[in-house]
């Protein structure tokens, strides 16, 4: 069982002078059905911090994807601020939050989401040619990221020709292209099995030391506390309660 500790926000809240990367204030998503309007976040306000690597957690229907999905620029907010290096992503036009989601954000996703007719190397160069670099410079590039994911061998396999954690490093790889500020994780380790789900939380935690990016992951995964600075618990909308990894109590056998 996940052992809550009681703590304030100020004993929790990272050390003065560090650099904030995003955050979010009085944020609220109502979606309408029908006749009835649902609000799936209800005010939330949470600072993050260049470098971290953060856990949104919370049960299906807490608003943790929809925390999410805001921070990342894939849904505008009814109402709230939502800043990335002090640019509000709200106000941003649709080419404008393209280059930012080309160039500072980094996605992983459950499904892997890799263009299946294109091989491991097209996948992560693809990218980088959208950005702007020369089809060339990106391939070569592409194939060092794949080598530092250890998919140097299998750089032109299609997705058809790789398992569901080789699937998922490409991904990684590809988040990884542009050298981006943040890595958003969605339930990363979703569809892999214990093992696999393991080296891919580990591979993601290595990625973050040594690149410096702030990784932001939603996921149901208590293996990812592990790996985490802080962990944001949500529910119904709301953030329950911020938390350092170390004031996590986590039962062993809830951890396989």
């Given at each position: ?99 930012l989601r080309c160039r500072k954000i980094g996605y992983i996703f459950q499904t892997f ?122 529910r119904d909308g709301m953030v329950e309660k911020i938390q350092n990894r170390a004031e996590?109590?986590?039962d062993a056998g809830e951890m396989h």
């Open positions: 069982m996940v052992t809550p500790r009681t703590a304030s926000l100020e004993s929790i809240a990272p050390a003065a002078g560090r650099e904030e990367i995003v955050r979010t204030i009085d944020v609220v998503k109502e979606y309408r059905v029908g006749d009835q309007v649902l609000r799936a976040l209800k005010g939330v306000n949470v600072t993050i911090y260049r470098g971290e690597y953060i856990s949104i957690m919370g049960p299906s229907g807490s608003g943790k994807s929809t925390l999410f999905n805001a921070i990342g620029g894939l849904d505008k907010p009814t109402s709230g601020k939502v800043f990335i290096d002090e640019v509000d992503v709200a106000q941003l036009d649709a080419l404008e939050l393209a280059w989401n890799l263009i299946t007719v294109m091989t491991a190397l097209e996948n992560v160069a693809l990218p980088m040619i959208f950005a702007g670099l020369s089809e060339a410079d990106a391939r070569e590039k592409a194939k060092a990221i794949l080598e530092r994911v250890e998919l140097g061998h299998r750089i032109y396999n299609k997705p058809s020709q790789l398992s569901g954690g080789q699937q998922q490093r490409v991904a990684i790889a590809r988040a990884f292209a542009n050298d981006p500020a943040i890595i958003l994780a969605d339930e990363p380790t979703g569809n892999l099995d214990l093992n696999t789900g393991k080296a891919i939380i580990a591979l993601l935690k290595r990625m973050n030391r040594e690149q410096g990016a702030t990784v932001i992951s939603a996921t149901h995964d208590l293996k990812m506390l592990d790996v985490s600075d802080r962990i944001f618990w949500i996590v109590v986590i």
